[in-house]
T-cell receptor
Framework: EAGVTQFPSHSVIEKGQTVTLRCDPI?????LYWYRRVMGKEIKFLLH????????ESGMPNNRFLAERTGGTYSTLKVQPAELEDSGVYFC??????????????FGPGTRLTVL | AQKVTQAQTEISVVEKEDVTLDCVYE???????LFWYKQPPSGELVFLIR??????QNEISGRYSWNFQKSTSSFNFTITASQVVDSAVYFC?????????FGKGTSLLVTP
């Protein structure tokens, strides 16, 4: 069974440009999460989808970040316009059922974003 | 949100030594879940264990063992007879709401 995949693995862009990151969760996983780790900081939660609906987006830093999950399959995270402080590693994770207890989240390899 | 402290930033051991990684957390929840993840040099986060707050029994999986002490809010991770392949960053992550709350991680280096 394929794991969580993310594309691209690396992205280098200029400040002010737009970047779109993609995440394909494990097949059958309804829950999809985005996290990021900026330099020297902890890995921080950004948001959580259940199928195509945003369940919790309390971690999104500002309105330059837009996440979508059309059709409840893959997700995209767009940063527009990118700023220097957006540099970091963006991780995607997925889990199967949430129910009454948190299911294990399985992570992708991450996308390393560098904003120059 | 929960707070987690991994006081050891870096640990270096020689192969075959035992090593314990500390994790102390703060929570207001009466029921909660705790996770450990491993991040090898390749960068992905690999799930190691999930533990709920009801179960305080220690868990052993091969060379890995976990000591959960609810009274001291600690969930420590021990690797027995460490190997070079254990070199990685290890994260403790309590679960709160929909999110994992990661610590800063402990970087473990195992040398031959």
């Amino acid at each position: 069974e394929a794991g969580v995949t993310q594309f691209p693995s690396h992205s280098v862009i200029e400040k002010g440009q737009t970047v779109t990151l993609r995440c394909d969760p494990i097949s059958g996983h309804d829950n999809l999460y985005w996290y990021r780790r900026v330099m020297g900081k902890e890995i921080k939660f950004l948001l959580h989808f259940v199928k195509e609906s945003k369940q919790d987006e309390s971690g999104m830093p500002n309105n330059r970040f837009l996440a979508e999950r059309t059709g409840g399959t893959y997700s995209t995270l767009k940063v527009q316009p990118a700023e220097l402080e957006d540099s970091g590693v963006y991780f995607c994770a997925s889990s199967q059922d949430w129910g009454t207890v948190p299911d294990t989240q399985y992570f992708g390899p991450g996308t390393r974003l560098t904003v120059l | 949100a929960q707070k987690v402290t991994q006081a050891q930033t870096e640990i270096s051991v020689v192969e075959k030594e035992d090593v314990t990684l500390d994790c102390v957390y703060e929570t207001r929840d009466t029921t909660y879940y705790l996770f450990w993840y491993k991040q090898p040099p390749s960068g992905e986060l690999v799930f190691l264990i999930r533990r709920n707050s009801f179960d305080e029994q220690n868990e052993i999986s091969g060379r890995y063992s976990w000591n959960f002490q609810k009274s001291t809010s600690s969930f420590n991770f021990t690797i027995t007879a460490s190997q070079v392949v254990d070199s990685a960053v290890y994260f403790c992550a309590p679960h709160s709401g929909y999110a994992l709350n990661f610590g800063k991680g402990t970087s473990l280096l195992v040398t031959p």
